[in-house]
Each structure stands twice: as structure tokens, then as C-alpha cells.
């Protein structure tokens, strides 16, 4: 995983807060306790309807006048776009980024040239290619089903909002567009028809890269113009994204779905997501203490565990939040404060961040249903 | 060199490699005396009472000196079915560390429990009402039978009061210089962390 990709990951906190507490009584509440630079730190709650790039990706939707069904409007999968021009294999297997780009996913031989060169070319207002939009929408549902899997069974107790925040780590825009880019070498088509012919290009190579309309175009060196006429216009991320996706698709129509899963697990399970830096708490000791009640548990004491320099400049605290006999975290800080509210984090983090011994998707063989936990029975 | 004599071209080949991987002493006196070990900056003598430990075979449990991670789900919240809640090995420390030196740390904080639940939606409208007319919190106290957290945590002060503390406010920050609004923002920045984890 790259420096931006992590820098990315730990951006996205979530703030879990309380719902119960009406908002307008928890804004005014201890307003006179407040410091007045408080507002600079304030984070405002995400919007409750916002959808994640990967959502987004499983939502496209068609607007295009050549789906058609000639058989039975009901039957679904009848539904079929045509398209004016297409490039064979014989042509496809002639590039040779396409040939590159084959061998180093080390795709199977009934993987066709054809497939990829489909999946490197999104929908453009000015071109009658086939394109990658449908084979997109259906890798990024074919995604979203193996990571959600992943993390349920190796994260049970993830929250709704972290859960959403890790697929998004594994698979969002961005992720995806690291993937592509960084991993798998895929490259834009970037220059002009002029320069094609300078070169010498075949026109046949443009096939090999990935097309799309942009909603930037660099006028000149240091100028970019931004905004596009076209309705098609996508971001570089979404564009690359959906390359990976669309690669995906054609993995399951040309290996299957056992290939398709291994596939995955290698190129985006792989990389490694931080979950428990995702996490922030607005009030921590009421969540805890309503967690331990569900849990049939002790209310939580803080315990002072061990201390230097206290009437000194620097101190330093280690307190022990303990339900019972039991502790369930340890917090340091400078203050009993900031060690208490530490603790209390860390307690609530090490309850949802449990992992089972061996997890098992749904989808493995060997997968047993087990009872793990009840889930959020307080929200 | 060495003088080639009759008896050393007599030798052959293997008997010279033995003789010059030997460390006992040959007769012939030009050839170097093989040491017993490579020369290196250790010295034996004087680093003799630097000694090694021996450890003995096996495995070892010698968790490094850090705080513990939220990573290593504690005993408590591990499920009756997980095998390692009732393991001995999972997590030594919560019994060899904590539950023996329990009577030594002094607790700091208890969640509070409520002892009465009197108090009706009601009950706090008319609250905030008299709190908005001004009436002091002893009579507050003594009218509802509540306590003065109760109070502040279910009733809001009024606009006057919200007016009053915020030109006091102002006030303090505009004498704030530079350097000491850095620092309260830096404070505030820092404090973001501690809900982070």
C-alpha cells in the first residue's frame, strides 16, 4: 500500500456519537465550558444519505439507448447493448500492452485480449467502441460482496460506519486507482491524434491504454482546464477504478467464480487497511457504559495504575479501565483526563476490533454458521 | 619465500594442506603459526566478566515492554466460544500482572447510578422555564431533588446567560497574544487524538 493510500485510510475517522441525545440539547449543552478555540476542532457529523465511491460504483445507471430486449421485457438478463464497432482478438492480441498487461496478472489462457481491451475503454460521447460500463457495474458488485465477506468474518463486531470505511479503504476510488495505476501498470491515453502520427504510433495501440473523457484537460504545461461539455466525463480515479472492475467481470466470465475470488484475495485483499485507526468516539464513557450493560457486564471504574512526576512539568499517567476484576484497557497521557479518555477508547476498540481464531466467509468451503455476538443492540 | 628443498617437493599435495591447517607448531621454522581463532576486536580477557547468558531450549513468552493494543481483545470481551478465554497462555498478565495487585491501584473514576428516576419530561420543561427566569440553583435543588449535574446536563442556560459568557469570552481571547492562541489551538488539535486512539 502507498504513503497517499494510507495517508487516505487514516483521513477517514468516523465519529460514533450517541443518537439518543437530541442534537440541538447536545450542541448547547456545555457551551460555557467550551474553550473559544474549540470551533477550529469541531468535526461536523457526516451526512447520513453519503454514498462511498464503491456504493456509487454499485449505482450507476444506464442511460443509453441501445439496451434493448427482444424477447421478454421481464426476463433481465435478455437485456443487451449493441455496439457499431468492436476489436477482435486477432487485433487484440497485436498490442502489445494488452499482451503485457495479461501476463502480468498471470490471467488464465481462456481469459481473451479482447476482454481487457473492452475493460480499458469507458463510454465516451465519440466513440461506437464497446465499452466497459456494464462489465464495471458488475465487478464492482462482484467486489463489494468479497470484501464486505472479508471483513464480516474477520472483523464480526465492526460497527456499520467502519465497515463502510474499510470497504471503502479495499475498494474505493481511489484504492482501485492505486491498484491500476501503481500495481497493475495500466496507463491513460493522453496524448493527441498529432503526436500519434509523429510517433508513428499504430493506430491499433491506443486500444492498450485506458480511454475516457475527462473532466480535466491540460490546456499546456502548469494550465488545466477544468469542466467538461460531455455528460460522459468521469474522474481520472473513477476511470482507472472501473478499468479494475471491469478486469474483475471478465474474470468471472471467463473463469468463474472460484477465480474470481482467489483473484481478488490477491490483488485487494492483500493490501493491508488500518481499521482501528478509522475509529472516533464523541463520548466514550456513556458508549461504554451502555456497551458493558448490554453486555450483561460491570459498570466501568478507572483505576490508577502507575504515575511519575506528577507536580512536575511533564507527567505522566497510566490508569487501567477495569469492569470488575477484569481490565479491559490501558490509557497514558499527560493528565488523569487524557489518560482516562484514552482508556476508555481503547475499551471500547478492543471490544469491536475482535477477530476470531480462524475466520471463515460465507463463501469458503469449510464454513460453519457460528453465533458470535449480537451485534449493536444499543443503538 | 620458502627454500625449496628436496623434502618439500617429496610432499605431496594433501600432506601440505594438513600441515597448514594444524595449529601445533611444525618443524620447519619459516612457515607462519596458525592461531586458534580469527583475530577480531573481541577480547576474551578482558571482557571475562561481560557474561553471556545460556539460555535454556525452547520457546520463550517475553512480550515487549509497551502498552497493550485494543488488538489483543481482552479475556472479557472474548466470546464462550473462543477457545482462548478459558486458555491459560492467552494473556498471562491479567492474572500474574493485574488481579494480584489489585488493592494497589486506587480508583479514580466510577460510572455513576442514578439512585432515582422521579424526574418526568415534564418535570425538566419546567426546569429549563424557571432556569430561564433566573432562579437560583439552591432553589432549583431543593424545589426538584435533584443534584446540580442534573441540572446542567438536562437543562440549557438562557440566552442571557449564553450572551453574557460569550462577551466575557471575547473579551479574554482579545487580549490572547499570538503565541498564546497557537498554543490554546494546538491544545485543542492535540485533544482530537485522544478520542482517535
Known amino acids: 500500500m502507498s504513503a497517499s493510500m494510507l495517508r487516505f485510510a487514516s483521513r477517514r475517522t468516523v465519529s460514533i456519537y450517541n443518537s439518543s441525545i437530541p442534537k440541538a440539547l447536545n450542541t448547547t449543552i456545555r457551551c460555557i465550558a467550551t474553550s473559544p478555540v474549540k470551533t477550529l476542532t469541531e468535526t461536523k457529523s457526516s451526512f447520513p444519505d453519503h454514498k462511498f465511491s464503491y456504493e456509487k460504483a454499485c449505482r450507476q445507471a444506464l442511460v443509453d439507448n441501445t439496451l434493448t430486449n427482444k424477447s421478454d421485457t421481464l426476463d433481465f438478463g435478455a437485456y443487451q447493448r449493441t455496439f457499431k464497432l468492436t476489436i477482435s482478438e486477432e487485433e487484440a492480441s497485436k498490442i502489445p500492452s494488452i499482451l503485457a498487461l495479461h501476463a502480468r496478472l498471470n490471467l488464465s489462457k481462456n481469459y481473451q485480449y479482447s476482454t481487457l481491451v473492452r475493460s480499458l475503454t469507458c463510454q465516451t460521447a465519440d466513440s461506437d467502441y464497446a465499452d466497459n460500463l456494464q462489465m464495471s457495474l458488475f465487478g464492482a458488485h462482484l467486489l463489494s460482496y468479497y470484501v464486505t465477506e472479508h471483513l464480516i468474518a474477520t472483523y464480526p463486531r465492526l460497527p456499520v460506519s467502519i465497515l463502510r ?23 491513460a491515453d493522453s496524448t493527441s491524434n498529432l503526436e500519434k502520427y509523429l510517433a508513428k504510433e499504430p493506430r491499433l495501440f491506443r486500444f492498450g491504454r485506458l480511454r475516457f473523457s475527462s473532466h480535466t484537460t491540460e490546456v499546456e504545461k502548469g494550465i488545466t482546464k477544468i469542466g467538461s461539455t460531455s455528460e460522459l466525463a ?26 474470481t475470488k482467489e483473484f481478488i484475495k490477491n490483488h485487494i485483499l492483500s493490501r493491508k487497511i488500518d481499521v482501528g485507526k478509522m475509529f472516533q468516539f464523541r463520548s466514550p464513557g456513556k458508549m461504554l457504559v451502555k456497551l458493558l450493560k448490554a453486555q450483561k457486564m460491570e459498570a466501568p471504574t478507572i483505576r490508577l495504575i502507575s504515575e511519575t512526576g506528577r507536580n512536575s512539568s511533564s507527567p505522566v499517567f497510566i490508569v487501567g479501565c477495569f469492569s470488575g476484576e477484569h481490565m479491559l484497557a490501558e490509557g497514558q497521557g499527560s493528565s488523569l483526563k487524557e489518560a482516562r479518555i484514552r482508556s476508555l477508547v481503547d475499551a471500547l476498540k478492543a471490544f469491536y476490533l475482535y477477530r476470531p481464531l480462524d475466520p471463515k466467509a460465507s463463501s469458503d468451503k469449510d464454513f460453519k454458521p457460528l453465533f458470535v455476538d449480537a451485534g449493536e443492540t444499543f443503538y | 619465500m620458502f627454500p625449496i628443498t628436496r623434502a618439500t617437493v617429496k610432499t605431496t599435495f594433501q600432506t601440505t594442506v594438513r600441515r597448514l591447517n594444524s595449529t601445533t607448531s611444525t618443524k620447519e621454522p619459516n612457515l607462519p603459526k596458525k592461531l586458534p581463532v580469527t583475530p577480531n576486536k573481541y577480547n576474551a580477557k578482558s571482557s571475562a566478566f561481560n557474561l553471556k547468558p545460556v539460555l535454556p531450549e525452547g520457546l520463550f513468552y517475553h512480550p515487549a515492554p509497551a502498552a497493550p493494543t485494543p488488538k489483543l481483545t481482552p479475556k472479557a470481551f472474548l466470546p464462550d466460544s473462543d477457545p482462548r478465554k478459558t486458555s491459560k497462555l492467552y494473556f498471562p498478565e491479567e492474572t500474574t500482572k493485574i488481579k494480584e495487585n489489585l488493592q494497589y491501584m486506587p480508583v479514580l473514576s466510577k460510572a455513576p447510578t442514578p439512585h432515582s428516576y422521579h424526574m418526568t419530561a415534564k418535570d425538566v420543561e419546567e426546569l429549563q422555564k424557571l432556569r430561564d427566569q433566573g432562579v437560583s440553583r439552591s432553589e432549583l435543588k431543593k424545589k426538584f431533588k435533584v443534584s446540580n449535574h442534573f441540572i446542567s446536563i438536562s437543562t440549557r442556560p438562557s440566552q442571557e446567560t449564553l450572551k453574557k459568557e460569550k462577551e466575557q469570552l471575547d473579551k479574554v481571547v482579545k487580549k490572547w497574544s499570538k503565541g498564546t492562541r497557537a498554543a490554546r489551538e494546538l491544545r485543542e488539535k492535540e485533544k482530537v487524538n485522544w478520542y482517535r486512539g
Open chain 1, 165 to 187: 470505511n474499510a470497504t471503502e479503504a479495499y475498494i474505493g476510488d481511489y484504492s482501485l486507482y492505486d491498484v491500476a495505476k501503481n500495481v497493475w501498470g495500466i496507463e
Open chain 1, 234 to 259: 468521469i474522474t481520472k480515479a473513477t476511470a482507472f477504478s472501473n478499468a479494475v472492475r471491469a478486469i474483475v467481470s471478465g474474470l468471472y466470465a471467463h473463469d468463474g467464480e472460484e477465480a
